[in-house]
């Protein structure tokens, strides 16, 4: 279980530095070419991932994740993020507001052969567009994926 939990950190850690640092290399090396994302809302796969990654960084240049909590069981890693940004670039089609949001979401990862294999996760985008003063009806479900 050590090494499991081990390497669960190690990609959980390298994960959350590629995505606040929008380095798509680092993102490519820890996450598998046959990524499976099953958020209907974002892009599939690893280069679904990777365009997701660099249109939140324009949408909000301080696009920041954190990691809260974390559990590694058998293959899975499961991590509690606190997210936050700025909204100063173009957004669903929205021009940058000027408004912040933070949310939190729950992240389920499947971890073999070292890297992430699929990725779950929870997380209210109503609650962010409100924040952002967007409107929330059709929002991210008709247009984010």
Known sequence: MTALRDTATRLS??????????????MSQIVA???VQHNPEVPGGREGLLSW????????????????????????????HRVSGTHLGEF?????SGRS????TAEFF??????LQEHWD?????GMLVQLGL??????FTTFG
């Open 33 to 35: 070419p046959g990524y």
């Open 53 to 80: 990654m660099a249109s939140m960084h324009i949408a909000f240049p301080d696009f920041m994740v954190e990691r809260l909590d974390m559990i590694v069981d058998a293959d899975r890693l499961v991590v509690r």
């Open 101 to 104: 949001f933070v949310m939190h």
């Open 122 to 126: 929870v997380w209210s985008p109503q």
């Open 13 to 26: 850690d390298q994960f959350l530095a590629a995505l606040n640092q929008n380095d798509v290399a680092g």
């Open 135 to 140: 409107p929330v009806e059709g929002g991210l």
């Open 92 to 96: 669903l089609g929205w021009p940058g």
């Open 110 to 115: 499947r971890i073999a052969d070292g890297v």
